[in-house]
């Protein structure tokens, strides 16, 4: 990511890739999008983007780019995967891969995109991305001098960011929870 967050699972609008996304297990929030309106990502061409096709991916944002921690779920998220394949089995792993399991995941359909009207648009916070707000109305920010504002209550914010600023670009996507998985009895296996 351009800013430093916490990692998700972007998954895509199929429930085959929010199911993938659960079955692996972390990193703890996914993100069910359509993509960006200036272009899809390739995770949602061909049958990866067919409900009807056995072809699933998924796109696993470590954190921010060059960040040491990104690694650390990066190789969690290859090794849950390969376990999950059937590709290796755990003895196979690196010791220090596997990372512990979040207690919870949630899982976050975005209902909107906040795209940037003009050169003029600023944040009202220092947000990093997964900040929930609980009451619709929330000022968020500023579009060419219109507030923008949450549009319903527990409004998640997702991947904002400014670093691409320019009339036309996504500064930030608006996300309503859609479930919380409890992984606590996964995790004592």
Not at 92 to 107: F, H, K, T, Y
Request: hydrophobic residues 40%; contains cysteine; negative net charge.
């Amino acid at each position: 990511m351009h800013e430093k967050s916490l990692p998700l699972i972007v998954a895509g609008p199929l429930d085959k890739g929010a199911e993938l996304a659960v079955q692996l297990g972390t990193p703890a929030t996914v993100i069910r999008d359509e993509g960006h309106p200036e272009g899809r990502r390739m995770r949602d061409y061909e049958g990866f983007g067919d409900a009807a096709s056995p072809k699933n991916a998924l796109l696993i944002e470590c954190g921010q780019h060059w960040e040491a921690r990104a690694v650390d779920v990066a190789r969690d998220s290859t090794a849950r995967f390969l376990l999950l394949a059937g590709i290796v089995d755990a003895s196979d792993l690196p010791a220090d891969w596997l990372r512990p399991l979040p207690d919870e995941m949630r899982v976050v359909s975005v209902t909107q995109p906040v795209v940037a009207k003009s050169m003029d648009f600023r944040f009202a916070g220092a947000y990093t991305g997964l900040e929930v707000f609980d009451r619709a109305g929330a000022v968020i920010g500023w579009n060419d001098g219109v507030a923008v504002t949450t549009t319903y209550d527990d409004c998640m914010l997702v991947m904002p960011s400014l670093r691409q600023l320019r009339p036309g670009v996504t500064v930030v996507r608006l996300g309503r929870i859609e479930r919380r998985i409890d992984l606590t009895p996964r995790k004592s296996r």
